[in-house]
T-cell receptor, first 114, second 116 residues
Framework: AQTVTQSQPEMSVQEAETVTLSCTYD???????LFWYKQPPSRQMILVIR??????QNATENRFSVNFQKAAKSFSLKISDSQLGDAAMYFC???????????FGTGTRLKVLA | GAGVSQSPSNKVTEKGKDVELRCDPI?????LYWYRQRLGQGLEFLIY????????KSGLPSDRFSAERTGESVSTLTIQRTQQEDSAVYLC??????????????FGQGTRLTVV
């Protein structure tokens, strides 16, 4: 079974600073994919970043990067130079080539302080 | 359309009534998912359709919940005899496969269901 755990219900960061959101997962599959989604107050889920488990290199998208520790089953999201528009709920998710079912964590609410 | 479309965007219903929620996925996407999101909570998996395969219904919370999908197009989630605990946002998503790998799941804006 797939599980995704986010242990930080809420985080705060000062504008322009860096923040890291934590995520751990568990799966019996060897071929899986990890995602971070952002959900602003509009409810629209937006993909932030995607990581293939078979790739050792950490994914990066502009100010967003991940720290993928496969042995520890950890997949944290780092947001650099935080902006007010980054304030949202962030969900970690996993999916596998076998089931294609996306399993989500409980989310972390990020507040950005001006 | 360009994205996943859900209707209605908001629905208020009386306890005990049946409701139908609709999802139009992105054209060509073979996979379609329904999730439930209670206020301030994460996404709870409900059901997953993949092409013509039998759907994965493992997340449906009770037999009051059912869903259908016609081919690779529209899906309808039906909740019978609604209860107050069914109040939530119901999110639909669709995705495609690229070389066998799960790609990004694209989400609709959800239907906010309120049972009074």
């Amino acid at each position: 079974a797939q599980t995704v755990t986010q242990s930080q219900p809420e985080m705060s960061v000062q504008e322009a600073e860096t923040v890291t959101l934590s995520c751990t997962y568990d799966t019996s599959e060897s071929d899986y994919y990890l995602f971070w989604y952002k959900q602003p107050p509009s409810r629209q889920m937006i993909l932030v970043i995607r990581q293939e488990a078979y790739k050792q290199q950490n994914a990066t998208e502009n100010r967003f990067s991940v720290n993928f520790q496969k042995a520890a089953k950890s997949f944290s999201l780092k947001i650099s130079d935080s902006q007010l528009g980054d304030a949202a709920m962030y969900f970690c998710a996993s999916s596998t080539s076998g089931t294609y079912k996306y399993i989500f964590g409980t989310g972390t609410r990020l507040k950005v302080l001006a | 359309g360009a994205g996943v479309s859900q209707s209605p965007s908001n629905k208020v219903t009386e306890k005990g009534k049946d409701v139908e929620l609709r999802c139009d996925p992105i054209s060509g996407h073979t996979a379609l998912y329904w999730y439930r999101q209670r206020l301030g909570q994460g996404l709870e998996f409900l059901i997953y359709f993949q092409g013509n395969s039998a759907p994965d219904k493992s997340g449906l919370p009770s037999d009051r919940f059912s869903a259908e999908r016609t081919g690779e197009s529209v899906s309808t989630l039906t909740i019978q005899r609604t209860q107050q605990e069914d109040s939530a946002v119901y999110l639909c998503a669709s995705s495609s496969r690229t070389g066998g790998a799960p790609t990004e799941a694209f989400f609709g804006q959800g239907t906010r269901l309120t049972v009074v």
